[in-house]
C-alpha cells in the first residue's frame, strides 16, 4: 500500500491543486491501430506503474502525501479525429491546462489523434510523476502492447521514502547539521529575493521543428570533429542565439537537467520517477566562438556531472518542505539567471518498425510551466532527425522573438566545420 509524502522536488512540480503543470509525450504512427488493444495496453501499464494508481492527498496532513487508491479508475482514453499535422499541437496546449483532479481518477491519460492511416498518440501526466525518461518508457511500452497485446509487463515496488537511496555510510546526524544551515540560508535567500511585478498569465505557447537527416548528420559529425558532445554544441548556440538577440538582457546561462537514474541505479529506466537533478552551464564572457565555448561547456558539465551527490540532494530536499511555497512563489515572481532549461534527451530509444505499423517519429516533449521564466528548449533525436520544442509565455518571452532566438540557434549549430 502506497503512502508517502511528495518529495520536495515533487512538490514543486505538483505546484497546488488549482495549478496544471503536465507533460504532453507525443508519437505519430503510420497504420492501423485497434481501440480495444489501447484499453488492454493502459490496463496493464496501470498494473505496472504503482504512480499510476495513485492520487494526491493535500487535505489530511501538514504537506501532501501519494496514496493508492484501492478504486482507480482506467486510464481514460479521449480519441480526436485528425485532420492536420499540427493537431497534436493543438491537443497538447490543450491538455497542458487540464487539472488532474477528478476523484479516483489516475494520473495519466491518453489522447489519439485518429487518421486515416496516421494517427498521433499522446501521453499526458502531471510533472510531479514523470521526466523525460518516463515519457519514453509508456510510449515504447504503449507501442509493443498496441501491436502485440499479449506482452507481458513485469510490476515493481515503489519506493518509500528517499532514505531507501541512502548509502550504508550515510552519516545523517552530520549531514542534518548542514541541512539545517541550508535551510536557514535558503529562508534569508527567499527573504531578499527580488520580485518582478509580471506573472505568467497562462499565454504560453510551444514552437517545434525537425531538422532533416542531412542536417542532423553534419550536427553530428562537427562535434565528433571537435571533440565536443551534441548537448554543449547545442547549449553554446541557443546561450549565443539569446546573446544575439536579447543583448544585455540576456543571462548567458542555462539550467541543464540529468537523468537523475545515472546516479542511482536502483531507479531503473522504466520506473517512474520526476526528479531531475540540474546542472547550471554558461557562456564564456567576451568570446563568441561556438566551439570553444562548447569545449569548454562539454568540461564544465562533466566535472559537474561527476561530482553531483544525487542521493544526498534528495536527502537534503526533505528538510526544505517548510520553504518550498516560497520557493513556488519565486519561481512564478522571478525572472530568474538564466536564459533556458535546456533539455537534451538524446536518441530515443524506440523501435520504428512493429508487425502493425511504422513509428514516423517522436515528437519532443512539450510542457507549460506557470513559473514567469518558463523557457524550455527540448531536444530529441529519432529515425536520424533532430526534433526540437521550445516553450514559454507571451508576457515574458514574445512568440516573435522566441523565433528569432530559435533560427539564430539553429544557423549557429549549423554553420560550416
Known amino acids: 500500500m502506497i503512502k508517502r509524502k511528495l518529495m520536495m522536488v515533487e512538490r514543486i512540480m505538483y505546484v497546488d491543486p488549482q495549478t496544471p503543470l503536465n507533460c504532453v509525450f507525443t508519437a505519430r504512427i503510420n497504420g492501423e491501430l485497434q481501440e480495444e488493444n489501447f484499453r488492454i495496453a493502459l490496463e496493464k501499464i496501470q498494473q505496472k506503474h504503482p504512480l499510476l494508481r495513485v492520487v494526491v492527498d493535500t487535505q489530511s496532513e501538514k504537506y501532501p502525501f501519494f496514496t493508492e487508491e484501492k478504486e482507480i479508475t482506467p486510464i481514460p482514453l479521449r480519441m480526436v479525429e485528425r485532420q492536420t499535422d499540427q493537431d497534436w499541437l493543438l491537443e497538447s496546449e490543450k491538455e497542458w491546462f487540464r487539472l488532474f483532479d477528478e476523484e479516483k481518477a489516475p494520473m495519466a491519460r491518453m489522447v489519439w489523434i485518429k487518421g486515416n492511416g496516421v494517427s498521433e498518440i499522446m501521453w499526458v501526466m502531471p510533472h510531479c510523476i514523470s521526466d523525460g525518461t518516463t515519457g519514453v518508457t509508456l510510449m515504447r511500452e504503449l507501442l509493443t502492447l498496441l501491436d502485440d497485446p499479449s506482452s507481458e509487463l513485469v510490476s515493481y515496488q515503489a ?17 542534518k547539521y ?25 499565454n504560453n505557447y510551444a514552437i517545434h521543428w525537425k531538422l532533416d537527416p542531412a ?3 553534419h550536427i553530428t559529425e562537427k562535434c565528433k570533429a571537435n571533440g565536443i558532445s551534441v548537448h554543449a554544441l547545442l547549449c553554446s548556440s541557443v546561450m549565443q542565439a539569446f546573446q544575439d538577440i ?3 538582457k540576456a543571462k548567458g546561462k542555462v539550467i541543464s537537467p540529468v537523468d537523475v537514474r545515472h546516479f542511482i541505479p536502483e531507479i ?19 568570446s563568441r566562438n561556438i566551439l570553444d565555448n562548447a569545449k569548454e561547456i562539454k568540461k564544465d558539465l562533466v566535472q559537474k556531472i561527476n561530482t553531483m551527490e544525487a542521493r544526498e540532494l534528495l536527502w537534503m530536499g526533505e528538510h526544505m518542505h517548510p520553504i518550498v511555497d516560497r520557493m513556488i512563489n519565486m519561481l512564478k515572481s522571478s525572472e530568474g539567471g538564466h536564459d533556458v532549461t535546456l533539455s537534451n534527451m538524446g536518441k530515443i530509444n524506440i523501435p520504428s518498425e512493429y508487425k502493425h505499423f511504422k513509428v514516423e517519429t517522436i515528437l519532443s516533449p512539450t510542457v507549460a510551466f506557470p513559473w514567469l521564466n518558463s523557457n524550455t528548449w ?28 530559435k533560427d539564430k540557434a539553429i544557423e549557429l549549430m549549423t554553420s560550416p566545420l
Open 159 to 175: 519506493f518509500d521514502s528517499v532514505d531507501d537511496f541512502l548509502p550504508s555510510d550515510f552519516n545523517a546526524g552530520r549531514k
Open 268 to 286: 531503473k529506466e522504466d520506473h517512474l520517477f520526476a526528479f531531475a537533478p540540474t546542472v547550471e552551464l554558461s557562456l564564456k564572457k567576451g
Open 378 to 405: 527540448v531536444a530529441s533525436t529519432y529515425n536520424q532527425q533532430m526534433d526540437f520544442t521550445f516553450m514559454s509565455n507571451e508576457n515574458f518571452l514574445p512568440k516573435e522573438e522566441a523565433h528569432q532566438i
Open 215 to 217: 542536417t542532423t548528420q
Open 246 to 248: 536579447q543583448g544585455k
Open 178 to 202: 548542514k541541512a539545517r544551515l541550508y535551510l536557514l540560508f535558503a529562508r534569508i535567500f527567499f527573504s531578499i529575493q527580488r520580485k518582478s511585478k509580471k506573472r505568467n498569465k497562462g
